[in-house]
T-cell receptor
């Protein structure tokens, strides 16, 4: 079974630009969650989508948004990039219940200059 | 809001010795608890989880963890460490409630270094 894939793996943007990251979950998984990983703040939950609906949201500004398609693939968008948005963005998929383990992709390394 | 504390940034253990990576949590109500491991240049991998039942749970690669409700702890253990166990370990919690994934709250991570 193929794992979670994320594209692109690396991205360099400048302040003020916007960026879209993509995540393809494991086949059969309907939940996709996004996390931001930085050396200072560690791993922080951004949001979770299930059956094309945002079901839960972490404490991030509205510049961070996402969506999920009917095939469970998900995209995350960050508008008006700031230097502090430089991070590893991880996507995870699961069957969708709180007790289900999440399967993580390799991440997208975003650098904002 | 829930939180996870991993009090040690780094744990050093000699190969063959037992290891413990500590984790304490705070959550409203009962928790679901998880351990994940992150190897260099690789994604996070699930190790084990506590849902209910037996307080000692066994997971991948010979790891186990003990849930202690009174101490709100979920320490990761292994009887005999291998050099290949060297990695970054994360404890995570999510509240137990009906339906929906609330998102995992992770600890800061503990670097486990196994010395030959």
């Amino acid at each position: 079974k193929a794992g979670v894939t994320q594209t692109p793996r690396y991205l360099i943007k400048t302040r003020g630009q916007q960026v879209t990251l993509s995540c393809s979950p494991i086949s059969g998984h309907r939940s996709v969650s996004w996390y931001q990983q930085t050396p200072g703040q560690g791993l922080q939950f951004l949001f979770e989508y299930f059956s094309e609906t945002q079901r839960n949201k972490g404490n991030f500004p509205g510049r961070f948004s996402g969506r999920q398609f009917s095939n469970s693939r998900s995209e995350m968008n960050v508008s008006t990039l700031e230097l502090g948005d430089s991070a590893l963005y991880l996507c995870a998929s699961s069957l969708g219940d709180s007790w289900d383990e999440q399967f993580f992709g390799p991440g997208t390394r975003l650098t904002v200059l | 809001a829930q939180s996870v504390a991993q009090p040690e940034d780094q744990v050093n253990v000699a190969e063959g010795n037992p290891l413990t990576v500590k984790c304490t949590y705070s959550v409203s109500g009962n928790p679901y608890l998880f351990w994940y491991v992150q190897y260099p240049n690789r994604g996070l991998q699930f190790l084990l989880k506590y849902i209910t039942g037996d307080n000692l749970v066994k997971g991948s690669y010979g790891f186990e963890a003990e849930f202690n409700k009174s101490q709100t702890s979920f320490h990761l253990k292994k009887p005999s460490a291998l050099v290949s166990d060297s990695a970054l370990y994360f404890c995570a919690v999510t509240p137990r409630r009906g339906g929906g994934a609330d998102g995992l709250t992770f600890g800061k991570g503990t670097h486990l270094i196994i010395q030959p």
